[in-house]
């Protein structure tokens, strides 16, 4: 072989990715091309320095193996044979190889076995890479090689996914590689065409992706699922790759979807509501909002065809009034909100009119972006009425919460103005003496509108006063409208004029008006009426209430009168009461006086309206015109003091005075006084308030009366206290005349306890009833023998035993006496003590009564501080000790205490 080629064979070798090795028969390295190095990390002649075996680099699991191949190569000298095993490199990396061996051991040029080592690692990798991402993938990959002239559809396969083919088609990838003709013998034979074209023009079209949705009988169910092919064609390799796919599940979905599509335009096209769908081109920009699709009720509802109801932002078919509203409900919806879903607005058709809308709301995507369906039932008709009812309500709400006609009006304008939309209105009143018309309530430029001198019949007015619904589509220019008014009515204004009716009898009008020469629609005209009917009953039934609520004021008048003449024991404010009950009719003044029987006058005990400080004090019965009605006891009536001023022409004079009714108050036949009113102006009381000054004039007649009765019911009972009052003392004096010991005792005690109630918070009620049983605490010792109870010595057993019986003897004579009830827990317990060891019962503590507990601290102290036959008086502070030690025992603890602070208080 020539030098040259040697070296390029050398070179060839040395820099090739491929290894090669000489080894003998043992297995042992004689050489190894430099490149070991590189690929391997060896020093490749590390075994000119010592004996290194090829086996030493294969990996253990596979020494077994190599040492097999090795024995191989010895057996078949000159053969070559192939091998496939893992080596491992100096960093204890595994490397995938691929050996090519030949026993050239008789070879005089060779002498030993060449070995051929391509490394194969990262193409196992990626080859382990790749059927990785096969194995996850839900279909079936293909390849098929494509022939010179052959059918592509027929091409046989060289790869079929095995896990996939099994799963997605029925069948496993053996049957598909075996037999180009088995997959299209499954495939729907409608579809079996379409799916070999697709193939075919894979191949016409390389690098082209073709795709065929096709029917296939799976071999495990049976039954034909939807696959989904997408196939490429790669000349250079003349490989055709696939990849199919379940879509079953998608088919199903596209066919519901194309069905609901179907089903939803055949509902659109056939329902009774209006039915759309927009987006926003920009859902930045409200006017990028455009209609996506609109059914026929939509373009009959408001007039408009499609291609006009596209051509502008859907807000723009929207009422002015809800525009916004609907607006901003829209594109909050359109961002993913949730604003209300149903509400009603107003929608105006191409020939302005207004219509309403029921309507409902939803988010759907349309083209991949989300868009707003929205469904709306035409409840005009029923708005209206609704409206209607709601006008009805909202004027009825305003009338009841006024308080007087004139408010009432207000309100009820006000309302009228809102319910109609009505930039101006009034409210005018026709009186017919004289003939004119009154403004009652007015707002908007009808406010600057002069008055009318007079009524003219043929004007807007006149006609609505007529009973006519008058109308003016512009007002400035309306030959009806009066001359004086003209220029301040503003252009373009319509108004109407509606009569109020109180009867049938129209004596109001209602004034309505609006710009931009809008008149009302036959549904507006028909609510104005209802408003002024509303209105027109109202006022009447005002009328009527203003009368009845002054019928009602005088009732509680003459109640309140009744309630103070039962209420007070004193004459001065049951007559204030009656004054400010006259002052409720139209008087000026108003003067009571009383009569006096001894001296037979007339005093004056309350006035008003009077400007001198000091009116006439004293008359004499017949005196002037209050004397002559006390004299005659009947009413005097005179309609011009100027011509009979009565008896005091000066001061009538002085006050103004000019008419004078004068009603003697009588009771059972007996003159108490007279009630003198008066007016500065001619007396015009009406009837029913005539009526309500002589209930008065009853009711003035009463008070004197009942309090008449009254101070002489009071200065009976004062007598009959005091009856009771002396008898209780006599009972006390028949005691202490028998026993001289307690001789003054009565008096004493009873105000000593009287005064430790008070601090011990008694209530003022109930002190009465203790001074009685205090006075009458020892009462019972009338009952005890003269031998027992002045005997001077001590008592025996049984004389004590008798003695004890006071109390008891006591509570037998005054129980029966209603009057002295209360008063009896003195006699009848005063002698318990604290500890239960007292009598008559042997009470014990709060069993006790509290007036019994007061008393008997107060009596011992009385008896212990006074001289007796039988021993001296005992000092002051040696009977407050023993008051002190007994408490717990004898007294009422809580008593005591406060007992010793009056003393200390009173020392």
Do not use: C
């Not at 075996?53 to 253990?60: E, R």
């Not at 196992?124 to 990959?141: D, N, Q, T």
């Not at 088995?182 to 079996?192: A, I, L």
């Amino acid at each position: 072989m020539a030098k040259s080629t040697l070296v390029g064979f050398q070179a060839l070798v040395e820099n090739a990715r491929d290894l090669v090795y000489v080894l003998d028969a043992e297995g042992v390295i004689r050489y190894a091309s430099p490149n070991v190095r590189q690929v391997l990390g060896y020093d490749p002649e590390g075994y000119a320095r010592e004996a290194l075996s090829a086996l030493n680099f294969v990996h253990p699991e596979d020494r077994a193996y190599a040492e097999a191949a090795l024995e191989d190569l010895l057996r078949h000298p000159g053969k070559t044979r192939e091998f496939r095993l893992r080596l491992l490199d100096t960093w204890g990396r595994v490397r995938k190889v691929r050996v090519w061996g030949r026993n050239l051991l008789e070879d005089p040029a060779v002498r030993g076995i060449v070995i051929n080592v391509h490394d194969e690692t990262e193409l196992e990798e990626e080859r382990a890479r790749l059927k990785s991402v096969l194995e996850a993938l839900p279909g079936v990959v293909y390849q098929a090689r494509v022939e010179e002239g052959q059918d592509p559809a027929y091409a046989p396969l060289v790869f079929a996914a095995p896990r996939q083919a099994r799963e997605v088609l029925g069948y496993p990838a053996e049957a598909l590689l075996e037999d180009p003709a088995f997959f299209f013998t499954k495939v729907h034979p409608e579809d079996r065409a379409e799916v070999e074209e697709a193939v075919r023009r894979a191949v016409a079209h390389p690098g082209e992706v073709q795709i065929a949705t096709y029917r296939f009988l799976h071999g495990q169910k049976g039954a034909y699922v939807w696959l989904r092919d997408t196939v490429v064609y790669d000349p250079k390799t003349r490989l055709l790759t696939g990849y199919t796919y379940d879509v079953s599940e998608e088919v199903t979905r596209e066919r519901a979807l194309k069905e609901s599509e179907a089903l939803f335009r055949t509902l659109a096209e056939t329902a009774p509501a209006l039915i759309l769908l927009w987006q926003a081109e920009d859902p930045k920009d409200p006017t990028s909002a455009r209609l996506a699709f609109a059914n026929q009720e939509a373009l009959r509802l408001t007039g408009y065809s499609l291609e006009e109801l596209k051509a502008r932002p859907i807000w723009k078919f929207v009422h002015p009034q809800d525009r916004e509203v609907v607006r901003a409900r829209g594109l909050a919806r359109l961002k993913g909100e949730a604003p209300p879903t149903r509400y009603t607005f107003r929608v105006l058709t191409k020939e302005g009119q207004v219509r309403w809308l029921d309507y409902s709301a939803a988010r759907v995507e349309l083209r991949g972006r989300p868009a707003v369906l929205g469904v709306g039932l035409d409840i005009t008709e029923a708005k209206e009425r609704e409206r209607t009812l709601e006008a009805f309500a909202q004027v009825a709400l305003a009338l009841r919460q006024s308080e007087n006609l004139k408010e009432m009006m207000e309100s009820a304008l006000d309302a009228a103005l809102r319910i109609t939309e009505a930039g101006a209105g009034a409210l005018l009143l026709y009186e017919e003496d004289p003939p004119r018309l009154t403004e009652e309530a007015a707002r908007g430029f009808i406010r600057r509108l002069p008055g009318a001198p007079r009524l003219e019949e043929k004007s807007l007015t006149g006609l609505a006063l007529k009973g006519q619904v008058v109308l003016s589509p512009d007002l400035k220019n309306d030959p009806r409208l009066r001359e004086a008014a003209r220029p301040y009515i503003p252009e373009g204004w319509a108004g109407l004029a509606h009569p109020l009716l109180a009867g049938k009898n129209p004596v109001r009008v209602l004034l309505l008006a609006w710009p931009g020469g809008r008149l009302p629609t036959p549904p507006e005209l028909e609510r104005i009426q209802v408003l002024a009917e509303t209105i027109g009953n109202a006022v009447r039934r005002a009328q009527l209430r203003e009368k009845l609520a002054k019928r009602v004021a005088h009732l509680e008048a003459l109640r309140q009168v009744d309630q103070a003449i039962l209420a007070s024991m004193d004459l001065a404010p049951s007559l204030e009461i009656l004054l400010d009950k006259l002052f409720l009719l139209p008087l000026d003044a108003a003067a009571f006086f009383l009569y006096a029987p001894r001296e037979k006058t007339l005093r004056l005990a309350a006035h008003r309206g009077f400007r001198t400080p000091v009116p006439p004090q004293t008359l004499f019965l017949g005196q002037g015109h209050v004397g002559r009605a006390a004299l005659t006891g009947e009413k005097v009536a005179v309609d011009d003091l100027r011509r009979e001023p009565g008896s005091h022409p000066e001061f009538t004079r002085e006050e103004g005075l000019v008419a004078e009714r004068a009603y003697p108050l009588l009771a059972r036949g007996s003159l108490l006084g007279v009630l003198a009113v008066f007016t500065r102006r001619p007396w015009d009381l009406l009837g029913e308030d005539e009526a309500f000054l002589e209930a008065l004039v009853g009711q003035s007649a009463l008070a004197l009366d009942s309090l008449r009765v009254l101070r002489d019911l009071q200065k009976s009972q004062r007598e009959l206290e005091a009856a009771y009052e002396l008898t209780l003392w006599g009972w006390a004096k028949a005691v202490e005349l028998r026993d001289q010991e307690t001789a003054g005792h009565t008096e004493r005690v009873t105000a000593l306890t009287l005064r430790l109630a008070e601090a011990l918070g008694v209530p003022e009620e109930d002190l009465d009833d203790l001074r009685r049983g205090a006075i009458l605490h020892d009462v019972g010792k009338i009952a005890i023998p003269d031998r027992i109870l002045l005997k001077p010595g001590p008592l025996t057993e049984e004389e004590w035993a008798v003695m004890k019986l006071h109390p008891v003897y006591a509570y037998e004579w005054l129980s029966g006496i209603p009057f002295l009830k209360k008063a009896l827990e003195v006699p009848y317990a005063h002698h318990e003590r604290w500890d239960g060891s007292g009598y008559p019962r042997g009470l014990k503590g709060l069993e006790i009564p509290l007036s019994a507990r007061i008393f008997a601290v107060a009596d011992v102290y009385d008896a212990l501080t006074s001289d007796r036959p039988y021993r001296k008086a005992w000092p002051k502070e040696k009977a407050l000790a023993y008051i002190r030690e007994e408490a717990g025992k004898q007294f009422d603890p809580e008593v005591v205490e406060a007992f010793l602070k009056l003393m200390a208080e009173e020392a």
